[in-house]
């Protein structure tokens, strides 16, 4: 297959918002009758991929059927805080606030890291970026593949399991919330962390009853916020994980989503990967190749017989 094959390829990886969106209403409005249930609940985080589902859910089932839960923790950035109380405004419904941090404290996870015994979020966002740029094996571009197989006891291992524990909690109080309402709860992943292994597995980015932009990738989802008038505070912010005190960018780690989507698509579309050197940076198809099959067991777990 020659490099113009190969960009043939590449250029079916197209994007109808118009289409998807009305898909992905449809599919939203058909599930809340199909599982019998009052309403949605969405939790924010303040980023694009909570934003762009609780845009579509209320343009599928009205505002006055949607919930809208944040639940910050106190290595949360205020930022995101901020954007999604001016989310919910835009979107005309009242965000619930539940702070997680005394849940986090119960649970000891903020032993695992002595984040706490640093002053102020500035200084231990400086701390964990040195921490991860110094201590770590790799750097940010291996970190993915890095947490998906920690020596045991490692500086990885004890962050690993220090921001995975947040979202699983997270999971646990919106379901909660759900169904003390019977409410239909609504996921935000996107096809990008899912081929690539960038979310929390058993957490609120993996857990809920629907997952409508599952079959999304992250680039797409940009067109479509653009589509749907997703705020640009949100549009153009960087994909922050929010789990640390620290500037995290899955993008970056990803080699731009963009580039590493149409990668996922071509693999996913069975193009050998030494086909995919002759059109993209052989680093960044090897990284993307990697994450794909180390992170195999989170898509394919729990095993069974």
């Known amino acids: 297959m020659n490099e113009e094959i190969m960009k043939n390829k590449i250029s079916n990886f197209q994007t109808d918002a118009q289409l998807l969106c009305k898909q992905i209403e449809d599919f939203v409005r058909d599930s809340l009758k199909n599982l019998k ?60 606030i539940y ?30 970026e040195f921490g991860m740029e110094k201590l770590l094996k790799h750097n940010d571009e291996r970190i993915l593949i890095d947490r998906l197989e920690p020596e045991e006891d490692s500086w990885l291992a004890k962050g690993n399991s220090y921001g995975m524990t947040k979202h699983r909690i997270r999971m646990v109080v919106i379901y909660q919330f759900a169904e003390l309402r019977n409410l239909m709860v609504i996921g935000a992943a996107n096809r990008t962390e899912l081929l690539t292994g960038t979310f929390s597995q058993w957490g609120i980015d993996h ?26 505070y949100i549009r153009n912010k960087p994909s922050d994980p929010d789990l640390f005190p620290a500037k995290l960018n899955k993008g970056t780690m990803l080699g731009r989503f963009q580039i590493a989507d149409h990668i ?27 994450l794909h099959e180390s992170s195999m067991h989170m898509r394919k777990s729990p095993y069974h017989l």
């Not at 106190?74 to 805080?81: A, F, L, M, Y």
């Not at 695992?112 to 979020?121: A, C, H, K, S």
């Not at 693999?267 to 990697?290: G, Q, T």
């Open 99 to 128: 702070n997680i941090s005394s849940i986090i404290k119960a649970a000891r996870t903020y032993k695992i890291l002595p984040l706490g015994l640093i002053p102020g979020r500035k200084l231990r966002t400086v701390v964990v």
């Open 264 to 290: 996922l698509y071509n693999m996913e579309n069975n193009i050998d990967k030494n086909e995919l050197y002759k059109v993209y940076d052989k680093k960044i198809v090897d990284h993307l190749f990697s």
């Open 207 to 232: 857990c809920a009853d629907i997952m409508p932009v599952l079959h999304i990738y992250r680039s797409q989802l940009e067109e479509i916020a653009e589509y749907i008038n997703v705020p640009d």
């Open 37 to 96: 249930r009052n309403g949605a609940v969405i939790g924010l985080s303040g980023g694009l991929d909570s934003a762009v589902t609780a845009a579509l859910t209320v343009r599928s089932l009205g505002k006055e059927n949607v919930h809208l839960l944040y639940m910050p923790e106190k290595d949360s950035n205020p930022i995101h805080w901020e954007h999604a109380k001016r989310l919910a405004d835009h979107l005309g419904i009242r965000l619930n």
